[in-house]
């Protein structure tokens, strides 16, 4: 099993930044996918970016050219970089990843998740 834990939330003014990072820990056959999720109160979960196995990355339309996510060699950690923030990026944000167990199969992981308030 893997082990999620998140950091860097907070609140922020409109226009400023804020770095969110996870850590993943567990003994596991190899990690793949790598992901955040948010949740706005009264809507459901989106993807926000995810970065693939072989570094492809991808974000959801409202975030483009303004979050960036990266992770590190090791693939044990996945940061989320938010620029320009606006109060609409406002949630909880979950980590996810996606791993291969040592009985081969695949499953997801999610962290516990992280507050981001953006205040106008």
């Known amino acids: 099993q893997v082990h999620l834990v998140e950091s860097g939330g907070g609140l922020v003014q409109a226009g400023g930044s804020l770095r969110l990072s996870c850590v993943a820990s567990g003994s596991v056959e190899s990690i793949h996918n790598m992901a955040w999720y948010r949740q706005a109160p009264g809507k459901e979960r989106e993807l926000v970016a995810v970065i693939t196995t072989d570094e492809m990355t991808k974000y959801g339309d409202s975030v483009k050219g303004r979050f960036a996510i990266s992770r590190d060699i090791a693939k044990t950690t996945v940061t989320l970089q938010m620029n320009s923030l606006n109060p609409e990026d406002t949630g909880v944000y979950y980590c996810?990843?996606?791993?291969?167990?040592?009985?081969?199969?695949?499953?997801?992981?999610w962290g516990q998740g992280t507050q981001v308030t953006v205040s106008s």
């Open positions: 996810n990843v996606q791993f291969r167990g040592w009985d081969w199969r695949m499953s997801v992981a």
